[in-house]
């Protein structure tokens, strides 16, 4: 690994899987080098895959197979900003539909417990419109869906 701040992911023996999905669902995503553990530890055997290097849209990550002692939780997302609502559908649908789940408010879980908050650029900028009651639209708008219409938050934000 190159970079010297690395986020590193707590996976109980799927980092490769996890890696390989974000490498095919995201862009500017691709998986590195995969070490094996020299010997045997608590939640693996001597061969097995410890860590795998990866990134996910340019961000240097590590997966470690660490076992089952924690689970991921929505402390911790990526956010995606998309473009549209292709974009926003087509990311949604990839974490979702391959045993994911939906959330609130532009939420979902991957199937590893990874949370992601699929953000279209049209919704940070109707919530940060400086008319506020257009922004309050938005945002009441938002609060009522899982995946975001990027639709219905263009025809709240214009009243």
Request: aromatic content about 10%.
């Amino acid at each position: 690994m190159v970079s010297k701040n690395t986020i590193c992911l707590w996976y109980d023996g799927t980092a490769l899987d996890a890696a390989q999905f974000y490498a095919r669902t995201f862009p500017d995503s691709a998986v590195g080098r995969i070490h094996r553990a020299p010997g045997d530890y608590p939640s693996g055997k001597q061969g097995d895959v410890l860590t795998v290097e990866f990134t996910v849209m340019g961000i240097p990550c590590i997966g470690l197979n660490g076992g089952p002692a924690f689970r991921h939780s929505e402390a911790f997302s990526f956010q995606v900003a998309t473009d549209d609502q292709a974009e926003t559908d087509r990311l949604w649908n990839a974490i979702v539909g391959n045993g994911g789940q939906e959330s609130a408010c532009g939420w979902c879980k991957d199937q590893w417990g990874v949370s992601w908050q699929i953000t279209p650029r049209a919704l940070t900028a109707a919530i940060a419109d400086p008319d506020r009651a257009a922004a309050k639209r938005a945002f009441d708008a938002m609060m009522k869906m899982g995946k975001i219409d990027i639709a219905a938050i263009e025809a709240a934000r214009r009243g």
